[in-house]
Each structure stands twice: as structure tokens, then as C-alpha cells.
């Protein structure tokens, strides 16, 4: 499984992409998409090492709130086709990008929300080592299981 993904697509290339089919679909999206840019979150593909097939993709994003102003929670979050689901991808992908949000971002929390039927998404949660800490209303005007994890404690060296 290791080394089975391409890795995280740069972050100009996809963004390219999604520009261009936002231009012409979303222009609502685009915008608000693109006000993140800043802060270094964002959207990247999640693409096979081999064929460089794009079977999902990867978030890490600022959630908003009921009204939907930016919050200065981070989640993290992922979507694959089907038939890439049970190999580890989103796992591997979550792995990069929480290493991410933790040594480049600096964030010192980082949370994952999913509806509590979608028993592949939390088992990837469980993986990552994320604490449960409840179910929540406050993000997308639904009910959903919230998890978090903070960033690793840097050891001092004496």
C-alpha cells in the first residue's frame, strides 16, 4: 500500500483544473474556493502511482459556521470512487496531508466530521489515531460525528 499514490497533485496544477471547470460550472465555488488560497488549504487530487489515475480527493479546509463565516476550525476530509475505496488510499492521502496541516500550517488541531452511517469514512478517522469528541450541528446544518487530533508534541532535547 505504501507508495501506492502518486501523492497530493501540486497544489497550482489542480487548482488550474478546478478553476477551469468552476469558470464554466460554479462560479459561486470558484470564489469561494479560491478566498482560501491564502492560508494554504485547499483541494488536491489523490492520483495512482502507476497510471496516474485520479481516484478522489483530499480537503483541508477551514469549516464554516451555521451562517457561513469561516471558523478557525481545520477539517480535514476525503472522497474517493467506489472503486477505490478498502485499499488504503484515503488513509495514505490523510496521513500526508495531516503531516501537512501540522508542520507546514502549523495548525494545533485538525477535525474530521462524518455523518455516523458512513462507517468507511470513520473507520479511515480510526486509523488516523483522531479522538472522538461528539456529535455536532454547528457545521454543514446537519448532525454529524466530530473527531479531532492535535499536533504531535515537539520533543525538547536536553
Given at each position: 500500500m505504501k507508495n501506492s499514490i502518486l501523492g497530493i497533485l501540486g497544489i497550482l496544477a489542480?487548482?488550474?483544473?478546478?478553476?477551469?471547470?468552476?469558470?464554466?460550472?460554479?462560479?459561486?465555488?470558484?470564489?469561494?474556493h479560491f478566498a482560501q488560497l491564502?492560508?494554504?488549504?485547499?483541494?488536491?487530487a489523490i492520483a495512482l502511482k502507476d497510471s496516474r489515475e485520479i481516484v478522489?480527493?483530499?480537503i483541508l479546509?477551514?469549516?464554516?459556521?451555521?451562517?457561513?463565516?469561516?471558523?478557525?476550525?481545520?477539517?480535514?476530509?476525503?472522497?474517493?470512487?467506489?472503486?477505490?475505496?478498502?485499499k488504503g488510499y484515503a488513509t495514505e492521502a490523510a496521513k500526508a496531508i495531516l503531516?501537512?496541516?501540522?508542520?507546514?500550517?502549523?495548525?494545533?488541531?485538525?477535525y474530521a466530521?462524518?455523518?455516523?452511517?458512513?462507517?468507511?469514512s470513520l473507520r479511515v478517522i480510526q486509523r488516523l489515531g483522531m479522538i472522538p469528541i461528539g456529535r455536532t450541528n454547528r457545521y454543514y446544518k446537519m448532525e454529524l460525528e466530530m473527531f479531532k487530533l492535535e499536533a504531535p508534541k515537539e520533543q525538547t532535547h536536553e
Open positions: 489542480v487548482h488550474y483544473t478546478l478553476r477551469e471547470a468552476a469558470t464554466r460550472l460554479h462560479p459561486h465555488f470558484m470564489q469561494r491564502n492560508n494554504g488549504t485547499g483541494l488536491w478522489g480527493t483530499i479546509i477551514q469549516l464554516r459556521d451555521e451562517e457561513e463565516n469561516l471558523t478557525q476550525d481545520y477539517e480535514i476530509g476525503w472522497h474517493l470512487k467506489k472503486s477505490a475505496w478498502g503531516d501537512y496541516g501540522f508542520n507546514t500550517l502549523k495548525l494545533p488541531v485538525i466530521i462524518a455523518r455516523s452511517e458512513n462507517v468507511r
